[in-house]
T-cell receptor, first 115, second 111 residues
Framework: GAGVSQSPSNKVTEKGKDVELRCDPI?????LYWYRQSLGQGLEFLIY????????KSGLPSDRFSAERTGGSVSTLTIQRTQQEDSAVYLC?????????????FGPGTRLTVL | QKEVEQDPGPLSVPEGAIVSLNCTYS??????FMWYRQYSRKGPELLMY????GNKEDGRFTAQVDKSSKYISLFIRDSQPSDSATYLCAMMTGGSEKLVFGKGTKLTVNP
């Protein structure tokens, strides 16, 4: 069956440019998460959406980062005025809210390189 | 001190060996403990899930949680070259949806 998909798979941009990363969660999953995986740093939580509730933005590293989820499905993570330290793999995950806690299904990620 | 500590390795073992992977943590509120496997250029996939203390076995994989020591382990028996991947421990408190990950341990099983 279809899993979580992310696009683009790779993105190279110049410092100072804005980028948009897209996530298509598994159909029917109400919860959606964004994580960042930097070399040697492991996965870092960024933001969490659950249904129509206000998102948990507590992991966003700066106000250059924002995310939205339209229609309870597709999500876009936007990074404005990118910096070299934003280079990382950005992972999206989704889960079904009534499933056992912690069973998040991850997409393949978007590898962002800021030159 | 990071909330979750995990030795990044790398760890290299011969095929058939028993592999032991470990994480320690500092937050006593963690109640849910997971192990994810991540192949190169792929997203993590859930391997094992444990609630609170105890052992859980699934085929060649055994997960152990010792909350008194704040220590979790993943054992892989009869390791195979296809087990070569990065293994990430992850934890969650009750009432939270945020997974806190270790940095991952890179494992190579040599044929």
């Amino acid at each position: 069956g279809a899993g979580v998909s992310q696009s683009p798979s790779n993105k190279v941009t110049e410092k100072g440019k804005d980028v948009e990363l897209r996530c298509d969660p598994i159909s029917g999953h109400t919860a959606l998460y964004w994580y960042r995986q930097s070399l040697g740093q492991g996965l870092e939580f960024l933001i969490y959406f659950q249904g129509n509730s206000a998102p948990d933005k507590s992991g966003l590293p700066s106000d250059r980062f924002s995310a939205e989820r339209t229609g309870g499905s597709v999500s876009t993570l936007t990074i404005q005025r990118t910096q070299q330290e934003d280079s990382a793999v950005y992972l999206c995950a989704s889960s079904f809210s009534l499933a056992r806690v912690g069973t998040q299904y991850f997409g393949p990620g978007t590898r962002l390189t800021v030159l | 001190q990071k909330e979750v500590e995990q030795d990044p390795g790398p760890l290299s073992v011969p095929e058939g060996a028993i592999v032991s992977l470990n994480c320690t943590y500092s937050n006593s509120a963690f109640q849910y403990f997971m192990w994810y496997r991540q192949y190169s250029r792929k997203g993590p996939e859930l391997l094992m899930y444990t609630y609170s203390s105890g052992n859980k076995e699934d085929g060649r994989f055994t997960a152990q949680v010792d909350k008194s020591s704040k220590y979790i382990s993943l054992f892989i028996r009869d390791s195979q070259p296809s087990d070569s991947a990065t293994y990430l421990c992850a934890m969650m408190t009750g009432g939270s949806e945020k997974l806190v990950f270790g940095k991952g341990t890179k494992l190579t099983v040599n044929p």
